[in-house]
């Protein structure tokens, strides 16, 4: 083969890459700045990052992804759920975000094809123990499954992570449940409540997702497990444990910066813990926002605290960096 072929072939092999081995801004280790925290309590992070398509124009992937970097850099979580991830989207984060490392399994073959409810965590601070997907459908085992009236596959990934120190260990599990079939969100959350009640320990867990419904719709109650009339543990968003009844905190603007859409990106957590702040990033610099959806963060404390130490929740503090 000529040497000119070879060199195109490498070209398109890149391309179909989707650039991940391509220049970019790769983050060291000094740029993200984990604070100090006490040994169980952990900063959680929902982001749905938005798929990268050509739709969006001058909003597509290309043109933000620094924007994400810089969001998950500035914010620091310990772990993180991202939802609409491509595996190049996946992999140009896991470049630039070196001192992470992550689980995720797309939706089309619980490998590299499609979406991802891809779960960061942080090396220095946890053991991955053990991780899986499972989908939403009669058959959720079976990759790329779909049932109950949703048009693509929907998925959660999850992982069991231990802290070093202490040995102490928790399930994160990350979501995004269907846009459309209400039929499909309350199976979902069925099949999520199962899924939770079924795990191999009875250490606490925190959930993370894009739920595609308000903390009124009755698939997120169930969830929630609002009037206890199902087996399944009972969790809270950590919205609704620090600001029972407020609403008008949209979370998804469709890169317009709204704050009057709707609320569909929640972080519930089981009852044993507590929440100890809830945040939403409506950064926007020089006009540009990172995603359609604001990313949600939440400090949450995995063990009961003393009510004498619970935190008073007055005002919801929301970041809110804007250069224009």
């Known amino acids: 083969m000529k040497k000119s072929a070879v060199i195109c072939l490498m070209l398109l092999v ?29 900063e959680a992070m929902s982001f749905n990052i938005r798929v990268d398509t050509f739709l969006d124009g001058p909003n597509r992937w290309a043109s933000r992804k620094e924007l994400v970097f810089d969001t998950l850099v500035d914010n620091a979580p310990d772990v993180i759920g991202l939802q609409e991830a491509l595996d190049h989207q996946v992999c140009q984060i896991q470049q ?15 490998k590299q094809k499609g979406e991802s409810c891809a779960l960061f965590y942080r090396k220095d601070r946890f053991v991955l ?7 939403f459908s009669d058959t959720p085992s079976r990759p790329g499954s779909k049932d109950w009236g949703n048009l693509w596959p929907r998925l959660c990934s999850w992982v069991y992570l231990t802290e070093k120190g202490t040995g102490d260990g928790f399930y994160v599990y990350n979501v995004h449940f269907d846009v459309f079939s209400q039929n499909s969100r309350q199976k979902s959350a069925e099949l ?37 009339k199902t087996p399944y543990p009972r969790m809270l968003t950590a919205w609704q444990s620090l600001h029972p009844g407020r609403t008008g905190e949209g979370t998804h603007h469709g890169f317009r910066g709204s704050t009057s859409g709707p609320n569909i990106d929640h972080i519930p957590i089981c009852d044993s813990a507590r929440a100890l702040d809830v945040r939403i990033d409506r950064r926007r610099v020089n006009g540009r926002y990172p ?10 404390h995995l063990t009961s605290l003393p009510r004498a130490l619970e935190p008073v929740a007055a005002q919801m503090p929301l970041q809110n960096p804007q250069q224009n």
């Open 192 to 228: 999520l409540a199962k899924r939770i009640t079924a795990r191999q320990t009875n250490d606490p867990f925190i959930v993370m997702g894009d739920f595609n419904m308000e903390l009124d719709n009755p698939a997120m109650a169930y969830l929630q497990n609002i009037d206890s």
């Open 291 to 300: 995603s359609d959806h604001f990313p949600v963060i939440a400090t949450i």
């Open 14 to 42: 890149v391309i179909i890459l989707g650039g991940c081995g391509g220049s970019q801004r790769v983050n060291t280790s000094e740029e993200v700045r984990f604070p100090s925290s006490p040994p169980g309590v952990i």
């Open 129 to 135: 123990e053990d991780c899986g997907t499972f989908w």
């Open 96 to 110: 630039a975000l070196p001192q992470y490392a992550h689980y995720a399994a797309g939706r089309n073959d619980g």
